[in-house]
């Protein structure tokens, strides 16, 4: 199982940022995917998640109106998508699924925002 992540990035405050997710090694279709960040001294924050089979979200009350997620099947890819960002969306974002032998996770994308 991988699930291989996009480079990091950088952003102005303000802006939006995709980050990707590529899913390899299980069926791509059966397993939702999470999405959670880290921000520097804050721990984890769910942010999310997508159901590849059908693009059915659900957000963390936090992130309703800035989060988008979808999916290209053709490429067992799914997509993160946070727009106005700031400062304190800096951090590293991850996306992960719960198989049957455990939780599986990419390994993390750096997003900055910095004016």
């Known amino acids: 199982v991988q699930l291989v992540q996009s480079g990091a990035e950088l952003r102005n405050p303000g802006a939006s940022v995709a980050v990707s997710c590529k899913a390899s090694g299980y069926d791509f279709d059966t397993f939702w995917i999470d999405w959670v960040r880290e921000i520097p001294g804050q721990g984890l924050e769910w942010m999310g998640r997508?159901?590849?089979?059908?693009?059915?979200?659900e957000f963390a009350r936090a992130f309703i109106g800035r989060v988008t997620f979808t999916v290209d099947a053709s490429t067992s890819t799914v997509f993160a998508e946070l727009i106005s960002l700031r400062f304190n969306d800096t951090g590293v974002y991850y996306c992960?699924?719960?198989?049957?032998?455990?939780?599986?996770w990419g390994q993390g994308t750096q997003v900055t925002v910095s004016s």
């Open positions: 997508i159901d590849p089979e059908d693009g059915v979200s």
């Open positions: 992960s699924t719960h198989l049957a032998g455990g939780r599986h």
